[in-house]
């Protein structure tokens, strides 16, 4: 299983190394009875302008959001890996949002992962009971991972 990270300034790049994010995606997608082995997923860090752009075209919103997912759910005929889609962070959206709520970036990070991993496995947060079935889910892979930040009940 791979998570390949894009980013568009090199100096968000460190905030949450690759190998944390694997970590977490390779727990949720144990816990959900897939080949670790032949999985791939995307994380991209953007500015506001590029997470605004995409809100607007993907959801109808003209202003920017923490996180965005894309699922792709589709299998590479060559390598048999299964490539699960695109997680997009806005970064400076999820810089504001620690320093607001006085807590670690990196836990944010992780925390945003983790929402768009679970939205790329299919869950969602339209309503209050499916909001509440994935942020139990949520909550308790950032408790896995040691991240103290936890989405009220």
């Not at 727990?27 to 302008?49: C, F, I, P």
């Not at 992962?113 to 790329?120: A, D, I, P, Q, Y």
Request: charged share 30%; proline share 5%.
């Amino acid at each position: 299983m791979t998570v390949q990270v894009f980013s568009e300034r090199t100096a968000w790049e460190p905030a949450v190394p690759r190998e944390t994010w694997e970590r977490i995606a390779r727990k949720a997608l144990k816990d959900h009875g897939m080949d670790l082995d032949l999985v791939d997923l995307t994380v991209s860090l953007v500015g506001r302008e590029a997470m605004r752009a995409y809100h607007r075209r993907f959801r109808g919103e003209d202003k920017d959001t923490d996180v965005m997912a894309f699922p792709a759910q589709t299998h590479d005929p060559e390598t048999q890996h299964f490539y699960l889609g695109d997680i997009l962070i806005c970064f400076p959206v999820a810089e504001e949002q620690a320093r607001q709520a006085g807590h670690d970036l990196a836990e944010e990070l992780c925390l945003l992962f983790t929402h768009g991993l679970l939205h790329l496995l299919g869950y969602d947060d339209e309503t209050p009971e499916a909001r509440r079935r994935m942020w139990d889910v949520q909550n308790a892979l950032l408790a896995w991972a040691g991240c103290r930040l936890q989405t009220p009940p």
